[in-house]
């Protein structure tokens, strides 16, 4: 019997619906359903009945505490044994300078029980350490295609103008290029969307001004909230010092996530799986922050 089949079966249960179980499982509703039929294929039952509401059925009903049974009991045997030494070699952990200190934080705190070797690089460098075993995973942005290395989907978050608390385009949610014409703007050099926004804003012959350039995304929100310029960076960045604004022409997004080499230890593999699971991508703050 599949694990995930099983894990499946009981976020649909829990939730009572298929869309908020993919949600929950970072995983789309095509594969959820998937994952289901197999199990209700296996077990010769079905177990959920979709008419109006997702509801157990009889099997489903009799199932359920015997997977939570079956799910715990798997977890704590991997608990169990993970008490065991392990190998002195670290895991060699790539990161994007441009995720949030929480997420690597929350991270690497996961994987206390292992030595871990942290590197920072740019999304194409970190993935070229992977192919050349260098590193034994990545947390980046996934590509389109990743040769020879297994990608695993976590986050996706749209880019947005963080702008100074009291700026006039402070209260809005959504605004256009024009907009932003003659709005002072802050660099962040490690933004991935850069060129692409370059081009957008150029498109619209805006051009604003440059006031500052960093490579420090703390240093980006601190100039923006003391008024020196708007800065284009992801949501996931964002906090309460500032206010955010989406771009109406400006549709980008990246999809982050965790990328293995291939040939990775299996113990190293789950462990790296359990680490990125629900990790804290967004920071708390007022709702009136959140661009829609």
Known sequence: MNLTFLNYFLAVAEAGHFTRAAERLNVTQPTLSAGIARLEDSLGARLFNRQRAVMLTEAGRRLLPQARAITEAWAGARADLRQMPTSRRPVRLGVLPTLPDRVVLALTTRLAGRMIE?????????????????????????????????????????????V???????????????DLAATPFVLRLHCE???????????????????????????????????????????????????????????????????????LDADVVDALHDATRALPWMPPRPAAMTAH
């Open 118 to 162: 942290l590197v920072e690089a740019h999304g194409e460098a970190l993935r070229t350490r992977l192919q050349r075993n260098q590193l034994d995973a990545a947390l980046t942005v996934l590509p389109s295609t990743a040769p020879g290395q297994r990608g695993r989907a976590l986050h996706r978050e749209a880019y947005v103008v963080a």
């Open 164 to 178: 100074p608390p009291h700026h006039p385009l402070a209260g809005r949610s959504r605004i256009t290029i024009t």
């Open 193 to 263: 969307a850069h060129p692409e926004a370059q081009r957008l804003f150029a498109a619209h012959n805006a051009r604003p001004p440059v006031t500052a350039r960093t490579a420090s995304d703390s240093r980006a929100l601190a100039l923006v909230g003391a008024g020196t310029g708007a800065c284009l960076m992801p949501e996931s960045l964002i906090d309460a010092s500032v206010g955010a604004v989406a771009i109406a022409e400006l549709r980008l997004e990246r999809r982050l996530g965790l990328i293995l080499r291939g040939g």
